[in-house]
Structures are given as C-alpha cells and as structure tokens.
C-alpha cells in the first residue's frame, strides 16, 4: 500500500490491515454499532458511512447528528473512513457505522469533556441489539461497576451473538476502567475484549491502563498520534485508548465481511488467539494476549481440513522438511492446477493452493566429500574346491571434528553424528559370488558401480545382497538393497526405500559395457523425496528403469566414461497420483586424462541430474465458490510432472600428487539451470581438498 491515506496512519500497517483488504475484507455489509457523543453525518471521510437508523437515546434531546467533529466522529473515522483519496482510510473503510449517542451535556469531573450514564449506555445497548448489531464499541469507561441494570443490558446483547469491545482507559493504571473490566466476568467472557494502547514501536503506550486482571480478555491494538476526523488533508490527531478500541472493531468487521459464517464471538476469538505476543512470554498482565494482528487472524486457525470428492477430507498439513524429489524441479511450484477450498478449526474457508505443501528439494550442497580414516579388519577362510569366503568390517579411527558438516538435506542428513560402520560377507565358489552388506552412519554400498546408480542410489540402502555368474568376459549379476529414513528429531521410517537390479557387464581389455533393468519403491515419495507416510500429501512410488552404461580406452592415458538411463515412475496418494507415468532421465559423458604439467589426472565431464521429461498428476479436488455460501462443486486437475528447466552440469577437476605423499584434488563446477529451472541464474563451485594419511 503507497496511497498517501493509507501511510498518513502507522496504525494500519501495524495491525497489518492491508493482508484483509487482500483478501478481499473491507466491512461492507457488517454494522459497528458506535456507542458515544453523537456523529456528524456530513464529516468529508465518513459520506455514506452512517446508518439513517442512528440515534440519540438521552431523553428529550434527539439530536444524533453533531455538527462538529466530536469524540464519536473521531472514533468513527477510526472503524470506517472511506477509502476515497483524501484524509485517511478506516479500517474497515466499506463498513457501516450506527451511532448511538449516548453523552450527557453535564459530567461530574471538570477535567472530563464526554461522559455517561448508565441509564442512558442500558438504552444504548438494547438498541444496538434491537437493530441486529453484532459488534458494539465502547470508547469510554469510569472507575467502578456500571450497576445491575448494565449488567443485565449488557448480559441481553450478549445473549443476542453481539460482541463489545470496550477501551481499557487512559489512567495508566494496572487494571482496566469499566466496563473493559467485565471482560473477565464469566457472564460476559468471550464476547467483551478490553482493549490498551500502544504506539507505532508496539510499546505499551504510557497513558494507557494495562492488562491487570483482565489480561485472558485483553489485547492492545493502535492509540497514539491516530490521525481521523479528515476533511480533505487536515486532520485530528488523537491519543488514547478511545481509538485503539475501533480498530479491533474495525478488525471485528474484516473477519465477518471475509468470513460470513462466523458469528461475532468467534471472530472476536480469533483476534485473540492470533494477538502477536508482546512483553512478557504468553498472557501478561501488560499486553494481555499480545498486540493487534490481522495478518495472524487471517490465516487458518486450528485444525484444517480439505474436502475431497469422496466425502472424506484430508488434513492439510505437511511436516516441516518435507520436499519432493530434485527431478521434478519447480513442477508443484509453478502449477495452478491443485488450487481448491481449506476448512479451518472454526469452518473458515480459504482458497489454498495444495502445491505449496509439496516444497521443492534442497539445493545440492557443494563441499568436498569428507575424509573418514577407518579400521578395517578383514577374515578370509579356504573353502573345498577354490572357494573363499570373506569377511570383512571397518569401523571409523579417531579424527578430529570435521569443519564442514558431513551430509546435507538430500544426502542423510541425520547422519552428522552417527559413525560410520559396516560389515560384508564374500563368498565365491568358482564362477558363482555371494555378498551381503550392512552399513550405518552413511557408509555407501560397495555395489555401485552398476547401470542405473542414479536410481538405485535414491534408495539410500543401509543394506544389500548380491549374486553374480561369470562366463568369460560376461557377468550376469542380480542384487537387492533396502534402506531406513528419517529427518532430524523424527522417527526413523523404516525400509523407507527399497530397490533391485539385474546387471548384464561386459569386460574387455579396452573397456567395459554393463546394461541394467531394475525396479524402485519408495515409501517417501517419488525419486528421493521426503513425504512422511502418515501425511496425507505422501506419495508412494515405484519406479522401473533401464540404464545403459560404460568406458572404452581410447589411447593409452584418455578414456571415455558415460551413462544414460530412463525410468518410469507411477504415485498414487491419498488424493494426487499420476495420470501418465512420469519419464524421468539421466546422463553423463566424461574423458579422463592423464598429464605431465601441473596434475596427474584430469577429468572433464558434462552431465544431466535425474529428470522428469513427460507425465501427469492428477487429482479431484474442490473448486473455490463464487459466492462464500455456495454449494461446493469438484473437477479432476491435471499438470505436468515436468519442470521447466533443464540443469547441465559442467565439471572439471583435476588431482595431484605431491612431494610428500598427500594429494591435493580441485573440481570446478557449473551448472546451468540448477534444479531443472528454466530462469535460474548459473550455478558455480569450486572445490578443493587435500588429504595425507598419517
């Protein structure tokens, strides 16, 4: 908001008023009822605000109407200024205001210029409630109890769903005047908030009287250098806590207009359940339950739920950390198709797009893999006939504490202090091998290597099997992995992934060829993603794919690597799943080289992360109403799980030996399109590690 009539009032800023106007709230249909001395129906900001069924209630004077701008113009100004480019803009700028005047000319303090009688406020609020108004805002108060009369006037309008909202008082005292001070009465709990002041630093401003008793029905909303009463640019400027009351009335009638189901003591619930904490931690007796906050009052409260086709809703809740798996880039992020109705714990409804609950994975971070020394302790045993078995187990030395962490998001990132250990069973008898594998703390499976890597390893296995047959230069070999999950502070979800491969390997003396088929299931979601099972946006998967892959001598000291596979993966989740199987692919094509100058070895590669190429997801969902209380209708949506990029990798690194036996390796990269997004600025990383074993 930049219009000169919104930034003349820090206050509406502070209440975030602007995330209701967003939304579409600006009080038109809602009534406040303006209990005070009288309003002037020709004021330049309030033309055609105020209702015709205003009135003056003191006997024998019938004079609603004030011609000058009196304290109820003020506090009016507050609720309902019209938006019109001139002055100032009230809070809820399209709501009507009913003025009940309710001052007596003569007031026993001379120091005071408004004041009332009770008599007079027991009028007022049976008006108010014979007119059907719902919020009623009290810009006044006194120092003790307004008598059995009010009481029972005031029990009437709270039996009638009308809520009031009463200014604390400006003594600086330590507990609200009355009637702020029946917020607390359990007669009128709930549906009588007390309200302070503070100013444009959120600090308690000094007039105002605090919390005190009342502090579970008390929040502080905007009272000090209020700027209303506006014709043209001239303006009042005004303190105290008659005019941070209007603005949760104002507030009061964003949350009907936006919400026509509610009634008004649930809207004057939600005000104070989202209040932002101020002073103290929790309730004080300060702040009360925080500050004013529309932008929090304004978001689903409570238990939420989507309704779907069938009859059942789903809870539209994922937990923190979740992600869907790198391939599918921004494909959930830049849809529109999933965009449908949310339930809130008091039945609000909101239009929500189910895509933000499928976040994006975690960008890939660039570090050098870590030097983990460990001790090895191998047993080989002779068997009849040329067998062999072995057995072999490695456990991590003592190293000192790593600076870089040892895994990220997408790479176990529960593992930063879990050692690393693992044990494998070798047995070979003849052409025929056996090997089972057990790992922890990160430890990689010695089975990689293989067509298809790309997929298997989103498994991330913790174990695995393997069998092999060799016939010359042929190996035919099938193998089995499976492997727990789990994010930080979280249960371990076990056997979260599990995969299986059967690799046909050639070997030359030139160079080597392997072919793979294999399957992929994930519990978590499709191709490395993160969707707990008990969420209802989970997506298990299962994925087949092939791969091809090899290197060939091309000269004494350059060779050429590459790879390429194709996947094909189906979901089916509780409401989304895919239409068409989703092809994903990979790739990769390098040279490695040796040279004389200044390395050993240098290696040039160019690869393509694991993407989705084609498919769909689809899902019934709901369609957001025309109209708040229209019956709901549902349709099938369809998107692409194909994102919008396409990220090539470019690597080069280089190693060299040095004098003293340690080594020192460099890898330059940069990717153009990181994570499949088409207008993602390139990424580069420089990587450089030196080790010596000690």
Known sequence: MTSSEYLRNYGLANMKAEVAWQAGATGNGVTVGVVDSGVSNNQADLVGRISSASTDVVSGRNTPYVADDSHGT???GVIASNFNGLGTIGVAYQSTILSIRTDIAECDDEDTDVCFSSSDLVRALDFAVANGVKIINMSLGGDGRLGSAFEAALLRAVNSGAVIVASSGNDGEANPGWPAQYAVDPRFAGSLIAVGSHGSTNLMSDFSNRAGVTAAGYISAPGEAILTGCDGTSCWRVNGTSFSAPHVSGALALLMDAFPNLTARQALA??????RDAGDA??????????LDLANAFRPAGATSVPMADGAAIVAETEPGSFVGPAFGDAFARQTALGTVLFDGYDRMFAVQLGAAYPTAPSRSYQAAPFEPSRTATTRLALPNGGRLNLTASQPAPTPEPIAPRHDLTDAPWLGDEPRQEAMLDLE???LSFATWQGRGGASSPFDGAAGDGFAALAQVDHAVRGAVRFGALTLAAESGGGDRRMPLRRVEEEASTYSRATLAWRGADGGLSLSLGALDERLGPLGAFLPGGSDFALPSRTSFYAVGGDWTLRPGLALIGEAGLGATESEGRFLSTDQAAVSSNWRLGLLTGCTALCDRISFTVSQPL??????????????????FDPLTYSRRS????PSGRQIDFILGGERRLW????????????????HVADAAPEF?????WRRQF
């Open 639 to 642: 998107f692409s799980a194909a």
């Open 270 to 275: 939600i005000l104070i359940d989202t209040a």
């Open 282 to 291: 929790g309730t004080d007796v300060v702040y009360g339950r925080g500050l």
């Open 660 to 675: 003293d036996g340690s080594s020192l390796s460099v890898q330059a990269v940069a990717s153009r399109e990181p994570r």
């Open 611 to 628: 993407r989705i190429e084609r498919g769909t997801f689809s899902a019934w969902l709901a369609d957001v109403p025309v109209d708040y």
């Open 74 to 76: 003020l506090v009016s």
């Open 429 to 431: 008898m003849g052409r």
């Open 685 to 689: 990383a420089l990587i450089g590690g």
